[in-house]
């Protein structure tokens, strides 16, 4: 769980009796239920009391968790650990295990959880903190000059073009595939996702996606209602469930007024770079446009790696962000995707915005936020035509606007490297260590309790859970569905997991500012600009190879 | 004094050749101790760049022994200078250590630097490192970021003039009879102890920003409709400038002051007495005076200037359209969001050389121009 979801519910000061009401008495059978072999085959009458049981750690209302919390929840989930290793099995394993600090969470909440399985195992674990702006260049670093010194790594699934491609990761064994319940992720955490040339790498443990935030208050006005029936607008003054709307919407409202007062705006869109992750900005724009439903792959040609960003599709995307760049906030071009979500919209200025969960979980909680209560949710909006890049025409679908949620950096996963395949006890070690992070039960508290993951399991969708932990249902309903519907969409845009994919995004950003600041003479030219600096990076890499990457990543 | 008499004791003196100290043994043992350094060195060095070419198969599994095969020749140079040279060599031992670590510090790295500068190197590659001669040069003619990054850099190091100009001004109003002067010294340094990110953050991200920054508030109450700073190309140039102009007049200031603080009585009194007004005493004796230390101040700021770019990664990122970016800020994006590591190499270099030869042009000119200004006066 994020920290600012835990923060509210801080902020709700849910009451540990509250909690515990519910609970308890399942706890105390899980207590006694969790010790011994054998977990595995009892783990369906058991499970429930285990997850009930993890939640009381520390319990909400009680302060943030400690390390001594940490190990208690790593101790309770050993379950899988005791039935699959012998106690004492890896004594004299050394493991390496590089991951991030921030915000004192990830690789701190790992020692807590595998200490217990130290303990029990007999390996020991060193560590490699980094912070997560010198993650990339260490990884990169370690790969380039051949000084892989880690057995482990937290990592997100967008380098596993430059790790698994490069054969440096090691292969899922299936016991950890049974013992991890990998059918519980939720569906774009599947293959291909975590996959190279159907081998499985990736043991998941966060999820993510953009989803589309709005004002409540906005759409329920029935001022700007009567407004947008007496200026001739087609339909309902209803939230925008595709682009166009978006677009006509976010015009409509240049001159309204906010209903807390001041000027009202529409979409807010974030022009200014940030440091290549920008640009999930724009995809989230055009994903509806460019991800047709029979394509796999929309950012290149998977045969040839010719990028498509120049392609009708996108530079539509793009020339909306220059059309409604005018009726959005002054200054909206030096504004970044922290400016538009956490300066503007939760604090009350503009009416959509599309953005990782944070928003969600930040609007009841930050100080800053004056819109928890008038916040919806929903997937991002799709469009009534959809670019065929095969027939090089617009498509109108026969079931409706095309929906394609953009699945933005898709979330932390644990990988096991492939120096330990040679060593088959530090291997199982390894992997034993990593399918303990990425447990069931484990992810459950990880979901419940501030630890830098997002839910990613179906299993963490189960809204009464949430409600005893202390969630306001009709809050965490649509915000959850929100995101399971956009994890579980069957046309979710997955962003290619290709080496250097940070780099087409960086360079894509240079060229979008030139854009937006009217330095090209059309959206087109500019996206052409892109595309040139696209296909020089692929050069550069590697277009064989790339290629073969790419469509091993789309699993085509 | 006949030539008869000194000739012969000339010669005997010239001629004289005292023994040598160092038996010829000994300095055959340390040229034998110097070659057996050199060829574990070159032995090291040569197994290693050929196994690292794939022309030879065996080899260390990285360059870690080659560096204390370049201890281990350090060690016998160092040997070979004492057995050899004796006194002098003795003498020697306390500068090589130095001049070894500088060696592998500095000048090799600057070499190896240059040397990738002609490879292509992305990170994400594949291949890894491949030399590809003056493609990266060829790039950088044709990389309209990098030419706008310089365009950028000339704006910037010009407005070094005006804090130039501001800095006197302050140095010369401390070094006045004021009130508080100490006290305010202190205020006036302040910024320059800020890092320049907690600038960004306070003053460009914080009091600048258009909805809720105090700056920015002030500005629409005076009457600016959008007080939006970085928004128009050159007033977010313009904002940056004063930012960093901010954070680092203080270094020049106080550079100025402590010129002004050494300036000999003497020849202010004369001034005086001669009944020069605050006007000519500062044309005609404090400028020309303070100008060693101003010039001083001056370089150092500009060096300090063409460093310029936490404030711009921090506030514009660059922008609007790359109005704001500057040389480091560009090569940094180049670097660590793109990985590409033989490209961002050729562009530091070639803006090195560039550092060098305008800064060596500006000493020449300012040198000549200082003359000229002495002669005038005298």
């Known amino acids: ?556 | 004094m006949s030539m008869e008499k000194t000739a012969p004791l000339d010669i005997d003196f010239d001629e004289y050749v005292p023994p040598d100290p160092i038996p010829q043994s000994r300095k055959r043992l340390g040229l034998l101790i110097l070659a057996f350094g050199s060829l574990v060195l070159a032995a090291a060095f040569l197994v290693q760049a050929l196994y690292r070419a794939g022309t030879i198969d065996f080899g260390f599994a990285n360059w870690r022994p080659v560096v204390y095969a370049y201890l281990f020749w350090g060690i016998t140079l160092g040997t070979a200078q004492v057995l050899r040279r004796g006194e002098a060599g003795v003498r020697a031992l306390f500068v090589l250590p130095a001049v070894l670590f500088v060696v592998a510090m500095v000048v090799f790295p600057l070499l190896f630097g240059l040397y990738i500068s002609f490879t292509d190197w992305n990170l994400s590659s594949l291949q890894g490192r491949r030399f590809n001669g003056l493609d990266n040069f060829r790039q950088m003619l044709g990389d309209a970021f990098y030419w706008n990054a310089l365009k950028n850099m000339v704006w910037y190091t010009l407005a070094v003039l005006v804090e130039y100009a501001i800095a006197f001004g302050m140095a010369l109003l401390l070094h006045s009879q004021i009130r508080a002067r100490k006290f305010f010294r202190v205020v006036f340094l302040l910024p320059l102890m800020l890092s320049p990110v907690a600038v960004s953050w306070m003053v460009g991200k914080s009091m600048m920003e258009i909805r809720f920054g105090p700056i920015a508030n002030f500005a629409r109450w005076l009457g600016w409709e959008n007080p939006a700073f970085f928004t128009d190309p050159w007033l977010a140039r313009f904002s940056i400038m004063a930012m960093d102009a901010w954070t680092f007049i203080p270094l020049m200031m106080i550079m100025l002051l402590a010129g002004l603080q050494a300036l000999p009585k003497e020849v202010m009194e004369a001034a005086r007495v001669d009944g020069a007004n605050p006007w000519q005493t500062f044309w005609k004796v404090i400028f020309p005076l303070t100008l060693p230390v101003s010039i001083t101040a001056v370089l150092i700021r500009i060096i300090f200037k063409l460093k310029l770019a936490d404030v711009i990664i921090n506030v514009t990122a660059g922008g609007p359209g790359g109005a704001t970016d500057s040389v480091t800020s560009f090569i940094f994006r180049v670097y660590r969001d793109r990985s590409n590591v033989g490209y961002g190499t050729l562009l530091a270099m070639v803006y090195l050389v560039l550092i060098v030869v305008s800064l060596t042009i500006m000493l020449n000119v300012l040198g000549r121009w200082m003359r000229g200004y002495g002669q005038e006066e005298s």
Not at chain 1, 164 to 181: F, H, Q, Y
Not at chain 1, 214 to 221: A, I, K
Not at chain 1, 507 to 514: F, G, I, Q, T
């Open chain 1, 1 to 556: 769980m994020k920290v600012h979801i835990y923060k509210r519910l801080m902020a709700m000061q849910a009451s540990r009796r509250g909690i515990l009401k519910g609970a308890a008495g399942a706890g105390a059978l899980a207590l006694g239920a969790t010790s011994g072999l054998g977990a595995l085959a009892r783990r369906a009458s058991a499970q429930g009391n285990l997850r009930a049981e993890i939640l009381k750690i520390p319990g909400v209302g009680m302060g943030s968790p400690t390390d001594a919390d940490w190990q208690r929840v790593g101790e309770l989930c050993l379950d899988g650990t005791r039935a699959t290793v012998e106690e004492g099995e890896f004594e004299g394993v050394q493991l390496t295990f590089m991951g991030l600090n921030n915000q004192n969470l990830h690789n701190f909440l790992f020692r807590g959880f595998l200490k217990p399985w130290e303990a029990y195992t007999g390996a020991r674990i060193e560590w490699i903190d980094l912070a997560q702006a010198d993650y990339n260049a260490r990884l990169q670093q370690s790969i380039a000059t051949e000084t892989v010194d880690f057995d482990i790594i937290e990592m997100g699934a967008p380098f596993e073009g430059d790790v698994c491609g490069k054969g440096l990761a090691s292969e899922m064994p299936d016991w950890v595939r049974d013992l991890i319940e990998m059918d519980d992720y939720v569906d774009y955490l599947k293959a291909p996702v975590g996959t190279w040339d159907g081998k499985t790498y990736r043991i998941s443990v966060d999820g993510d996606c953009h989803n589309f935030n709005f004002r409540t208050d906005y759409f329920e006005n029935e001022e700007l209602a009567q407004a947008w029936r007496d200026e001739g607008h087609e339909g309902e003054w209803a939230v925008p469930t595709t682009w166009q709307k978006v677009q006509e919407v976010t015009k409509f409202l240049k001159g309204k007024n906010d209903p807390f007062g001041g000027p009202a705006y529409g979409y807010l869109d974030a022009p200014k770079s940030w440091g290549g992750f920008g640009f999930y900005f724009l995809a989230s724009r055009a994903s509806a446009y460019a991800k047709h439903p029979d394509d796999p792959a929309w950012l290149f040609d998977p045969d040839t790696m010719k990028p498509r960003v120049n392609n009708e599709a996108w530079v539509r995307a793009i020339q909306d962000v220059l059309d409604v760049l005018d009726a959005q906030p002054p200054d909206q071009i030096n504004a970044d995707p922290n400016t538009t979500a956490f300066q503007q919209f939760l604090a009350g200025t503009g009416s959509m915005v599309s953005w990782w969960g944070d928003v969600g979980s930040n609007a009841r909680t930050s100080d800053s936020s004056i819109v928890g209560d008038v916040i919806g949710f929903s997937v991002l909006p799709g469009s009534d035509d959809v670019w065929n890049h095969a027939s090089g025409e617009w498509e109108t679908l026969p079931d409706g606007p095309n929906v394609a949620p953009n699945m933005a950096y898709i979330g932390w996963g644990v990988y096991v490297m492939a120096r330990v395949d040679s060593d088959e006890k530090k291997k199982k070690a390894a992997w034993s260590a990593a399918a303990h992070l990425g447990g069931k039960d484990l992810s459950l508290w990880c979901a419940a309790y501030p630890s830098g993951f997002q839910p990613y399991r179906k299993s963490h969708f189960n809204i009464p859970e949430w409600v005893e932990a202390g969630y306001e249902e009709a809050f965490i309903e649509n915000y959850l569905a929100s995101e399971a519907d956009s994890y579980n969409h069957p046309n979710a845009a997955i962003e290619p997991r290709i080496p250097g994919i940070f780099q087409y995004y960086s360079v894509a950003e240079d060229e979008l500012a030139k854009i937006f600041a009217g330095q090209y003479a059309s959206a087109q030219e500019g996206a052409d600009k892109i595309a040139e600096a696209w296909e020089r990076i692929t050069d550069q890499i590697g277009r064989e190879s790339q290629i073969e990457l790419y469509k091993a990543s789309l699993g085509v």
